[in-house]
Each structure stands twice: as C-alpha cells, then as structure tokens.
C-alpha cells in the first residue's frame, strides 16, 4: 500500500512540475553561464512559414541557411487595436518589447515612448546599424529609432533619424534628407556635420571598413528583385555592416546589434506575386546565410531570424486531388492582398540559441534578447 501511495505521489510531482513548466511561459533558461556579444536581429517582412516552404521547395528541397538554425520558436503578432498587425505596430513590439496601436511608430496610444533595444544598447556602448531593401524611414526600420503617432510623419522619422546615432544604415531613403531641413540646411548635410561617410552606390563602399556610414541607395524604396536590384545586394549588403560593425567594436567589451530586414517580401505579398515572393525570400535567405557564417567565426554572436507579420495568405496546394500519382503539380494560392493573423516563426543561430523557446507574443522576444544581451 505504501509504495502505491508513493508511486502516486511522484506521478503527481512530475504532472505539477510539468504544468507549471508550461505555464511559465517562453524565456532563457536559468541554468549555466550565457552571454550575447552581438546581435544580428533578422525581419523577413510578411514572410510566414509558407513563404520558407516555397523556397525550400523550389530549391528541391536542398539545404537552405533556414535549415542550419540552432532552434525554433513561434510568435503571435496581433497589434493593441487589432487581431491583423501592420508593419509599425509589429516593428515597435519587436524592437521595444511592447503593443501599440497599428501604424504608430516607438509609442503607446497613451502617448508613452518606448525605447527600443537598439537605443537600449546604444547607451550601453554597443554599435548599432540598419540594412533594409526600403527607405530607412519605413516602419521596420522606424520601429527601432523613431517615436511618432503615425508611421506617415517621414519628415519627423527623417530628423529623429539623424539624431539616432544610429553607426551603419544602409538603404533607400535619400529624397527624405535631402529634402528635410534642420537649421536651415538638408538633413544629409547635419549627418555629415556629424561624422558619417554618406554614400549613394555599394561600389562606394569598397574599401570602408569603419567608422559612421549611410548609404542611400535609392529615392524611396529600393527597387524589387523583379525590377531590376541585385538579387545579392542584401546579402554583401549585410557582410559589409557586420565587417563595419566589427570593426568599430573590436577592443570594446561591447559588441554591436544590427537589424536586417527583407523588405520587399512584403511588396511582393501584397501583389500576389508568386515569383517576385520567392525572389525577395532568396535574397533574404542568402543574407541569413551570411549573418550565419559571421556568428560561426565570431564566438558571442547571436543571429534571431523572425517576420513582424505573414502577408498575402500564401498557401501551397496540390494541383490534383488522386495522391496515388507520382506527381500531382504544385499551385500558390492567395487569401488576400493585405496580412493575416497567423503566427511567424523565429529561427536561432549561434551565441545562446538554445535559451529562447516555445510559442510567445512578438514582445517577449526582444525581452528576451536584451536579457542575453544584459542590457540594463
């Protein structure tokens, strides 16, 4: 009787021990000794699972830099004021750790600022860069810098910019500075008063490998692979910030936090345009890649791949409904030209991988890397 009653009691134990895992929630874990040096925190804009399989099928199903992640997770990416996010609100989540109402921009819809991890590091000493195939002042990238009630305030975005401090940014943009002024003079010329090499063609990069750099590639946006931009750029695009970056920070207990985003999915997405979706991912994917082979050359690197948001309701489907054929053909359907609600996946690599898991809110992840990152 007593060793049924025992029994009993340590099946118990292991249930209660097993629930409250679960209801503790996604977090590092508390065992053992783990830091981050540098972070390469990467956002494929609308790009949802499907938007990996369909490059992973296209690709025959070959090795891509997805398949070399450490470890998995999954976010939900609903928005303060709505079950569809838009590209700001998710932005200010993952980039402060907090909801806010879609289309504000590093803000509550009280008004409270937040600040944004990379600004958190900032202060901390770390170096700091943006890589983006849109205009520097787009809600992503804004997410990380800006604090305005509407991702539409370009020019207010343009001035909080330049005062950024921000090390590395490079993308579109250059109609907003040029055009913006702050005393009396366009805004290019205060980031030049302020020490920043500005250029306007990769080709002008040759040769940099340190110090404050913006490179403004375009007007507005960057054009789409399908219209024309190197199908590479953000891959040497994101080599040049990390070697940059590195640089700046070699013989700093400080390392760097640098967010690269695969803009144009998105773009891609909202067209329904199954060719321009999957050029756009593969461009992505090969910067992935190469933020992968800097962390295996450079101990202390975490890589966070994730999306704000799925777009375009892309699913894969079969062409024929007889499985008993060898092949039945592949179809990519669309359930809408905006975003949907499902979750996006986040891909780990490198420093402390590991310690980030589950299902959790778009906040907790940037949370989580500033824990790993001991910011203050």
């Known amino acids: 009787m007593k060793k049924i009653v025992l029994g009993l009691l340590v099946v118990w134990m292991a249930a209660l021990t097993a629930d409250l895992s679960a209801k503790s929630g996604p977090g590092p874990k508390k065992s053992g000794k783990c830091a981050v040096k540098n972070v390469i925190y990467m956002i494929g804009d609308g790009m949802g699972l499907s938007q990996v399989s369909m490059m992973m099928l296209e690709n025959g199903y070959r090795p891509t830099a997805f398949d070399r992640s450490g470890n998995i997770a999954l976010i939900k990416t609903y928005s303060a004021n709505n079950r569809e996010t838009d590209s700001a609100a998710a932005g200010t989540a993952l980039a402060s750790g907090n909801k806010t109402d879609n289309g504000m921009l590093g803000m509550g819809p009280d008004g409270q600022i937040f600040k944004s991890i990379m600004e958190r590091a900032k202060e901390e000493g770390y170096q700091t860069g943006l890589v983006v195939t849109v205009y520097l002042q787009h809600a992503t990238p804004g997410a990380f810098f800006a604090h305005v009630p509407s991702r539409g305030d370009l020019d207010v975005i343009s ?122 991912t593969r461009d992505f994917e090969r910067a992935v890649g190469a933020a992968m082979d800097f962390a295996d050359t450079h101990p202390g690197t975490l890589v966070v791949v994730t999306a704000d948001h799925e777009t375009s309701g892309l699913s894969i489907t079969s062409n024929k409904t007889d499985f008993t054929l060898s092949e039945s053909g592949i179809g990519y359907q669309f359930g809408t030209t905006g975003h949907t609600g499902t979750l996006v996946p986040v891909y780990l690599y490198g420093a402390c991988a590991d310690r980030i898991n589950g299902i959790m809110d778009n906040t907790d992840l940037p949370k989580e890397i500033a824990a790993l990152m001991r910011l203050k």
Do not use: W
Not at 175 to 189: C, N, R, S, W, Y
Not at 239 to 267: H, P, R, T, W
């Open 159 to 280: 001035e909080q910019f330049v005062e950024s401090g921000v090390d590395v940014a490079l993308g579109g943009g250059k109609k907003f500075l040029q055009e913006g002024q702050k005393d009396g003079k366009p805004l290019i010329d205060a980031l030049k008063t302020k020490d920043y090499r500005v250029v306007y063609d990769m080709n002008e990069l040759n040769g940099v490998d340190r110090g404050k750099v913006v490179g403004l590639f375009a007007d507005e946006y960057m054009p789409t692979v399908m219209k024309g931009r190197d199908e590479n750029y953000l891959c040497n695009a994101t080599k040049k910030a990390l070697e940059i970056l590195s640089n700046n920070a070699a013989g700093s207990k400080k390392g760097f936090m640098v967010m690269i985003e695969g803009s144009q999915i998105d773009s891609e997405g909202h067209a329904n345009n199954a060719e321009g979706i999957l050029a756009e």
